[in-house]
């Protein structure tokens, strides 16, 4: 199974959709996680047909709203996933997923700590911003492993990071 996950689309709907077509057309993503800012971005997603799973982000008005799940906790062939757009919105429970989500600082990052994966998969607002370039993420899940990537919106790998089930929560 392979997961994609974007963040930081601030109304770039444009990008958003590019990203989201190199995702499925190209890379084979069955589903999208959208991890906010914008949450009426990812709800246009869903609009277009995406299998979307979605939070809203602390710029968004859905933030506040008390019928919106600020985080999310899926299990997929296994492997727990849990995301919010900030790190600092996830519970002590919801940090021991075996794999971690977040947005907000808009800067890519894939990192191995303890036993979870974690996976900020940058921006998709503008060519540039906070010095980064957009750029947007993939998991693979295999029988023994599970593949994180991050990808430039042409699906280039920028970065991957691969391990063993085993070593994840």
């Not at 914008?38 to 710029?59: N, S, T, W």
Request: net charge negative.
């Amino acid at each position: 199974m392979i997961i994609g996950v974007m963040s930081d689309t601030h109304g770039n709907r444009a990008m958003m959709h590019h990203a989201a077509n190199v995702m499925e057309q190209e890379l084979g993503v069955e589903l999208i996680f959208h991890l906010g800012d914008d949450y009426a971005d990812a709800k246009e997603l869903r609009l277009f047909g995406h299998a979307v799973y979605m939070v809203p982000g602390l710029q968004c008005p859905e933030y506040r709203a008390r019928n919106v799940e600020k985080r999310l906790v899926k299990t997929f062939e296994g492997v727990s996933i849990a995301c919010a757009h900030a790190e600092e919105d996830l519970r002590h429970t919801e940090r021991a997923a075996a794999i971690i989500l977040t947005g907000h600082t808009h800067v890519a990052v894939i990192e191995h700590i303890g036993f979870s994966l974690y996976m900020n998969p940058g921006h998709l607002k503008s060519p540039r911003d906070r010095g980064q370039h957009p750029s947007f993420g993939t998991i693979t899940l295999e029988e023994g492993q599970v593949t994180a990537r991050i990808h430039e919106l042409d699906g280039g790998v920028r970065h991957s990071c691969t391990l063993e089930r085993e070593a994840l929560a």
